[in-house]
């Protein structure tokens, strides 16, 4: 897959199959659609094209709306659009002066010169251009100007991307990483780099890699452990994830903290990306420290033998 993040050096396109959306999650809903514009692109034999934002809209649109969770961060956005046969990816820089364009200028100077489409694949309901003027029926008036196919997604599909992403966040924040996991169609996943932490998994006998994450926006699931498989300079690992306060500690700040099994190397400033597999058990305040490593003893039991089996 071909990333573009410029607009003024992209190649030049012929009669390519594009889409246009935030695909956040890249969720089975969003899949669906991806094999819609390959199977287009094959019968056609051209190229196809998703063309995304950056930053997410809402946050340029409205910076002081602080209610935005997004499931993807860009990076891992653009592995799963390749994972999932995307041919080109354009993320598009947004902002203000982009929202801001007449819905007409934005069919002809954004969407056909740069991308000279031989097929649109929109929603009824997707809007554009200043004040969201634009939409399905202006982009179906201006075919035969432009010389290009539409194709609607119906509203039962738009309908279940809708609903499957309200479903994921719902079941992410309920710890019910199983259910957001199937609807996603592949592992959520965190991804940060590694920073010094207060070193408690360490005096515990279970040193932990600390992660600040690298997307402000990012959903965090509930509190709690997980089972994980965690990514490391092109090396799968499998290990315990701890979402919480350290509340045994007296902590008051969360923090995101893998266990890796099986390894011991300092790794401070590099970049873990973590899948979550299952959740294990709620974050809890022990009497003793006893019996939060007796606990955390149970957790790695249970762990691998998730993985063993």
Do not use: W
Not at 187 to 208: E, S
Not at 285 to 309: G, M, P, W, Y
């Amino acid at each position: 897959m071909r990333v573009f993040r410029d607009l003024n050096h992209l190649p030049t396109f012929n009669k390519s199959v594009i889409t246009i959306g935030t695909f956040d999650g890249v969720h089975i809903g969003h899949q669906k659609l991806i094999q819609r514009i390959n199977q287009i692109s094959k019968k056609t034999k051209s190229e196809n094209i998703i063309i995304t934002f950056h930053p997410h809209p809402r946050i340029v649109i409205n910076p002081q709306d602080s209610t935005l969770r997004l499931l993807n961060t860009i990076d891992e956005k653009i592995a799963l659009l390749e994972k999932y046969g995307v041919d080109n990816l354009v993320i598009v820089p947004f902002s203000r002066d982009f929202s801001e364009q007449e819905a007409e200028t934005y069919v002809r100077d954004f969407l056909v010169r740069n991308f000279s489409p031989g097929y649109i694949v929109i929603g009824y309901d997707h809007k554009f251009g200043k004040n969201r003027s634009g939409d399905y029926m202006l982009l179906e008036k201006l075919k035969a100007r432009y010389g290009y196919e539409l194709e609607e997604i119906d509203k039962q599909t738009l309908d279940d991307i809708g609903i499957s992403s309200t479903k994921i966040r719902m079941a992410l924040e309920q710890a019910d990483i199983k259910f957001a996991n199937e609807l996603l169609g592949h592992p959520y996943t965190l991804t940060g780099t590694v920073i010094k932490g207060l070193q408690n998994g360490r005096k515990l006998g279970f040193p932990t890699a600390n992660l600040q994450l690298t997307d402000e926006y990012k959903l965090i699931p509930a509190c709690g452990i997980y089972a994980v498989l965690v990514h490391h300079a092109g090396i799968v690992h499998k290990g315990m994830l701890s979402i919480g306060f350290n509340p045994t500690f007296g902590g008051t700040v969360k923090s995101i903290e893998a266990n890796i099994l099986d390894f011991d190397k300092d790794i401070y400033g590099e970049v873990l990306t973590l899948e979550l597999i299952e959740f294990l058990r709620e974050e809890k305040k022990f009497d003793s420290v006893e019996e939060l490593i007796a606990a955390i003893h149970q957790d790695e039991i249970n762990t691998r033998k998730l993985f063993s089996s």
